[in-house]
C-alpha cells in the first residue's frame, strides 16, 4: 500500500519557486492562499544557503487531524490528508497544530473575514465526484485520479521535488546521496520516513576531517 | 370562504417551521464526519490527450503501477541513463 509524500532535496532546490508556480495554476488557488511555498535558510549567506519547498506533508499522524472539532479531515488509501469543504468551520484550529504552516485561509472577504481552510490535496481533489466540476473548484485538479503525480512534483525542473510513495521516492534519493557521496549527514541515512537501507547501498566513507554529530539520526 | 382560505394559509405557514430540515450535523468525537470519496482507481483511465496513466477500472493494483511508472520517472538516473 502506497503512502504519498513528498521529499525535497535542499542540495538541488534552486528557489526557481517553479512548484509554487504549477500548483497556483494547476489548482487555480485563490490570491493570498499559498498551498505551497518555498522557504530559504541563511538567504544571501554564500555557501549556507539551502532552499526547501514546503506544503502540506500528509503526515502519517496528522496533528490537523487530531485537532479539528468539527472531524472534516481523512485519510485515503493512498494516505493523502484530505478534508471536506461542506463540514469545515474555518476555525484555524489545524492551522496552530500545523507544524509547516500548510493550512491557509482565504481572506477575501470583508471585515478580515476568514473562510473555509485550503491546503495541499497531493492533487487528490477532495469528497466530491472525482474530476467532477464540483470538485475542481473546491480543491483543485485531481491527478491521481488521472493517474498522475502531484504537479508541483512533475513541474521540478532539478527534481528537488520528489512526490509518490515514500519507499520509491525514498530510494531514489538514497541513489542521488550515494552518487554524490555527500548528503547523508544532513538528513541521516533515515531519511524519507524511515525505510530500512537496502542490501546494495553503501553510506560513503566516513570523512576523517569532519568533526562527530551529535544530532545524526 | 376568505377565513377559511387564510386560515388554511396560517396553518400551512405554522406547519413549514415544523417540517425545516435538521442544519446541524451529529457529530461523532474522532471520526470523520464528511462525505465518502471515491477512490481514484475507481475512475476510467482519462484519454489519451491528458496523458495520464493507463489502468483497468476497478483495479488498484494496475492504477498503483501507473502511478509507480510516473515516480521512478523522477529519478533521472533510471529516466535518461547511465
Redesign the interface.
Known amino acids: 500500500m502506497?503512502r504519498m509524500k513528498f521529499l525535497c532535496d535542499a542540495e538541488r532546490c534552486i528557489e526557481c519557486n517553479g512548484c509554487v508556480t504549477a500548483c497556483k495554476n494547476e489548482n487555480e488557488v485563490p490570491w493570498g492562499v499559498n498551498r505551497r511555498r518555498v522557504v530559504t535558510l541563511n538567504d544571501g549567506v554564500v555557501g549556507a544557503e539551502k532552499s526547501i519547498s514546503v506544503a502540506c506533508m500528509h503526515c502519517s499522524d496528522a496533528p490537523c487531524m487530531a485537532v479539528c472539532p468539527?472531524?472534516?479531515?481523512?485519510r485515503?488509501?493512498?494516505g493523502v490528508v484530505?478534508?471536506?469543504k461542506?463540514?469545515c468551520i474555518g476555525c484555524g484550529y489545524c492551522f496552530y497544530a500545523c507544524p509547516f504552516g500548510a493550512p491557509q485561509f482565504p481572506q477575501a472577504g470583508a471585515f478580515g473575514l476568514r473562510g473555509k481552510m485550503d491546503k495541499c490535496t497531493f492533487c487528490?481533489?477532495?469528497?466530491?465526484?472525482?474530476?467532477s466540476e464540483a470538485e475542481f473548484k473546491k480543491y483543485g485538479r485531481?491527478?491521481?485520479?488521472?493517474?498522475?503525480?502531484p504537479a508541483c512534483?512533475?513541474m521540478c525542473s532539478t527534481?528537488a521535488l520528489?512526490?509518490?510513495?515514500g519507499d520509491?521516492?525514498a530510494d531514489?534519493y538514497r541513489?542521488?546521496v550515494l552518487?554524490r557521496g555527500r548528503g547523508s549527514e544532513v538528513w541521516g541515512w533515515s531519511t524519507a520516513y524511515g525505510l530500512p537501507p537496502k542490501p546494495g547501498a553503501q553510506p560513503p566513507a566516513p570523512q576523517p576531517q569532519q568533526a562527530p554529530t551529535s544530532g545524526k539520526s | 370562504m376568505r377565513t377559511l382560505a387564510l386560515f388554511i394559509a396560517l396553518a400551512a405557514l405554522g406547519l413549514a417551521g415544523c417540517g425545516e430540515k435538521e442544519q446541524v450535523?451529529v457529530?461523532?468525537?474522532?471520526?470523520?464526519?464528511?462525505?465518502?470519496?471515491?477512490?481514484?482507481w475507481?475512475?476510467e483511465?482519462?484519454v489519451a490527450e491528458?496523458r495520464?496513466?493507463?489502468?483497468t477500472k476497478g483495479d488498484?493494483t494496475s492504477?498503483?503501477e501507473?502511478?509507480?511508472q510516473?515516480?521512478?520517472a523522477?529519478?533521472?538516473?533510471r529516466r535518461i541513463g547511465q
Open positions: 502506497a468539527v472531524d472534516c479531515f481523512y485515503t488509501d493512498d484530505l478534508h471536506d461542506d463540514l487528490g481533489g477532495g469528497p466530491e465526484p472525482d474530476r485531481n491527478r491521481l485520479a488521472e493517474g498522475k503525480l512534483a512533475e527534481k520528489l512526490g509518490g510513495d520509491v521516492i531514489i541513489e542521488r552518487r | 450535523v457529530y461523532k468525537q474522532g471520526k470523520y464526519q464528511g462525505k465518502p470519496d471515491n477512490r481514484s475507481e475512475n483511465p482519462p491528458l495520464g496513466g493507463k489502468w488498484r492504477w498503483e501507473a502511478v509507480k510516473r515516480q521512478l523522477q529519478n533521472e538516473y
